[in-house]
T-cell receptor, first 112, second 112 residues
């Protein structure tokens, strides 16, 4: 099946640092979604992107829909301890009747 | 507006038993998707329903089944449980088919 390559797999950062993670694919998507999941809970939608080149912010979070429609990145500025969790990207393929495709997640740890 | 609700939140079963999980989507949402999440495996797609019809099915054995009711609520059933079925089962809803999905808190199933 289709795959999204999400990187990095995990990262440890100091509180206050900026974070960047991305997802890439060989396929073209018409929607990119970014979710955050806390332990034992369901993923929470952070940002949704619907147009190539679109740059959207949600507080300290900024995400972009790549121009080629094959990638997306998420930036977190001035990280705080509550940013800890697993961040997932997900994409809706342009073609066909296919379910949402998920990356394997980036596990973020913030050191106070 | 209330979010996606899933019941029960936690469940312990023994091998060979069967289990039914329930999902109530956000009011007005007509599409429901189910995912299995295990440590290290990420989100594995199970099924997607829209207007009581299964639109997509993931690569899971026939022991996994689901349905959607006229009020958009959905259930999934796992028969003849195996130890490997222990996982967090997540339900997500969207307004229409193949649109932005919002997740519930999940049902944690432990098979002994």
């Amino acid at each position: 099946g289709q795959q999204l390559n999400q990187s990095p797999q995990s990262m440890f950062i100091q509180e206050g640092e900026d974070v960047s993670m991305n997802c890439t694919s060989s396929s073209i998507f018409n929607t990119w979604l970014w979710y955050k999941q806390d332990p034992g809970e369901g993923p929470v939608l952070l940002i949704a992107l619907y147009k190539a080149g679109e740059l959207t912010s949600n507080g300290r979070l900024t995400a972009q829909f790549g121009i080629t429609r094959k990638d997306s990145f998420l930036n977190i500025s001035a990280s705080i301890p509550s940013d800890v969790g697993i961040y997932f990207c997900a994409g809706q393929l342009v073609s066909g009747n296919t379910p949402l495709v998920f990356g394997k997640g980036t596990r973020l740890s913030v050191i106070a | 507006k209330a979010g996606v609700t899933q019941t029960p939140r936690y469940l312990i079963k023994t091998r060979g038993q069967q289990v039914t999980l329930s999902c109530s989507p956000i009011s007005g949402h007509r599409s429901v998707s189910w995912y299995q999440q295990t440590p290290g495996q990420g989100l594995q797609f199970l099924f997607e329903y829209f207007s009581e019809t299964q639109r997509n099915k993931g690569n899971f054995p026939g022991r996994f089944s689901g349905r959607q009711f006229s009020n958009s609520r959905s259930e999934m059933n796992v028969s003849t449980l195996e130890l490997g079925d222990s996982a967090l089962y997540l339900c997500a809803s969207s307004v229409l088919f193949q649109e932005t999905q919002y997740f519930g808190p999940g049902t944690r199933l432990l098979v002994l």
